[in-house]
């Protein structure tokens, strides 16, 4: 069964750093999301990307994060300047309609 | 805007009790999807269940049952006779229907933590 996937499970980084979490949606999806889910919260939409662009993007997704599909297989999200309380899963998830599958999440520790 | 809310943040039940998670939802379109996930210790989110908005009909899969009203915005879930693998964080979720080039954001309640003890 096809299944999105996330590289690393786990990253940690020192405070200022730059750090790309990477993802690799079902190969036929045309909508890909990041969500960000801080330890012990709810889930919160980050960013939408369609059609090789941005097409909604939520209060926290500020000029410090950006996505970029490189590929025809890659989504990525680079976080610039790490602050501590960046530290979260963060989940890509990748839909055809309305239905959008989940990654196992990466969890990222910031120090 | 829509908001999903989860009143209960967590349940502690023993096995083989019922337990129904609550969901109340808003919304100003007349057309959306709701969801289920589940979140279990590991972290991962697994998919339970899509309803649209124009399907009213209860739905039951196993020891899993779904009650979706919309007079009282509501998307209740029950699990039957539960078991200790059910402990996780099950989390509601809404999806306004949306142009295309839009996409289908996910707005998620804030969880509700289930615990069942052997």
């Known amino acids: 069964e096809p299944e999105v996937t996330q590289t690393p499970s786990h990253q940690v980084t020192q405070m200022g750093q730059e750090v790309i979490l990477r993802c690799v949606p079902i190969s036929n999806h045309l909508y890909f999301y990041w969500y960000r889910q801080i330890l012990g919260q709810k889930v919160e939409f980050l960013v939408s990307f369609y059609n090789n662009e941005i097409s909604e993007k939520s209060e926290i997704f500020d000029d410090q994060f950006s996505v970029e599909r490189p590929d025809g297989s890659n989504f990525t999200l680079k976080i610039r300047s790490t602050k501590l309380e960046d530290s979260a899963m963060y989940f890509c998830?990748?839909?055809?309609?309305?239905?959008?599958?989940f990654g196992q999440g990466t969890r990222l520790t910031v120090v | 805007a829509q908001k999903v809310t989860q009143a209960q943040t967590e349940i502690s039940v023993v096995e083989k009790e019922d337990v129904t998670l609550d969901c109340v939802y808003e919304t100003r379109d007349t057309t959306y999807y709701l969801f289920w996930y589940k979140q279990p210790p590991s972290g991962e989110l697994v998919f339970l269940i899509r309803?649209?908005?124009?399907?009213?009909q209860n739905e039951i899969s196993g020891r899993y049952s779904w009650n979706f009203q919309k007079s009282t915005s509501s998307f209740n879930f029950t699990i039957t006779a539960s078991q200790v693998v059910d402990s996780a964080v099950y989390f509601c979720?809404?999806?306004?229907?949306?142009?295309?080039?839009?996409?289908?954001?996910?707005?998620f309640g804030g969880g509700t933590r289930v615990l069942v003890k052997p």
């Open positions: 309803r649209n908005s124009f399907d009213e």
């Open positions: 979720a809404l999806s306004e229907a949306r142009i295309k080039a839009a996409g289908n954001k996910l707005t």
């Open positions: 998830a990748s839909s055809e309609d309305s239905e959008a599958f």
